[in-house]
């Protein structure tokens, strides 16, 4: 790997490196489950991409849905762009290689002088998520603050003194970004870009055709181990340790056995229960303990793990939707009265099946375990799981 020196870097002005361009501040179009052309918007999740859609689709859509139309060249960007969020969850940055439309929370940036490459574009990203910490929802990163933002960068030497530009172009000392180290960095790392097949999901969902069921009758629920993070060592870690968190899995460490207390089943799912990231759940694939306010849900008959993360994407909608954090929390509803909506099974007739053994809800109606399976391993990345 190439060595990371920060000490030498040097700070750029937004406005001399990069063109910002402002998203397009369009009504979001209904999606048919058709297109290739992803939708970035001020999401932390997903590289920023909320949808799919067509080229029709997009050209259709009007910012009030009353007939009064922008035309397509102010919805369409160009590839090569890093997509930062200036709204909602503020900072986050995303290297596209493709063209995409996008909402008026995000700011496409290209370079003024070339163009970003995978590698530029993956290093300046990741600078730029680095800082994000710097602002958020009550301190929007709209345009006008952005263009006298600064960023700091490697700057080009020769031996050990940086290299000096007397015309000033991109910073207002003179140094030059560079951008082959930053290639040679992100060429350096130890990773494989996964190959999908996938690009898109061809199944389609039809919210209207899902049922209620309440989450305590698809799942054991019970509370994880409720183990403070002080209480935990790391001489010999053998197990994961899963926290409020909505990252890595939940994972925020690998820790040692503790006495006295049983890890947690690999194969059941971690729910947040509270705090900032409350409805953050994860399939768990290995044996883990858990920190404080966590709960576990364990099928009550095996599903796969495609179904399980169908369903804990599910739980996250419905707990932003319907539970607040630091108010109305999870902790006594996610094993009492927490419902959500699935899709279920029905005859030829369009008519719900009814299980006799009322193993899912009371009513008899039997979620579509297979549905769920097939539109996870449809999805972009699917096939890889």
Known sequence: MVHLDTSTWKFFEFEKIFKIQNGFYNKKPEASGKGDIPFIGASDKNHGITEYYTLDEIKNSTKTGDGKNSPIENKLFEPNAICVTNNGSVGYAYYMDRAFTCSHDVNPLYLLEGSFNYYTGMFIASVIMHD??????????????????????????EGEIPVIDESKKFSSEGYIPDWKFMERYIKSLDYKIPETQNTSSKILLNFDDWEEFILSELFDTSMGNGIDANKITQDAPLYKYVTRNRNNNGVTDTIDEIEGEMPIQSGTMSLALGGSYLGSCFVQTENYYTGQNVGILKAKNEISLEAKLFIATIIRFESQKKFEAFGRELNSHFRKDFVLKLPVLRDGNGNCLIDTSYTYSKQGKVPDWQFMHDYIKSLPNGDLI
């Not at 710097?134 to 030497?157: E, N, Q």
């Open 132 to 157: 994000r910490y710097r602002w958020d929802y009550g301190r929007k990163w709209r345009p006008g603050r952005m263009k006298f933002s600064k960023i700091k960068l490697p700057v080009v030497f």
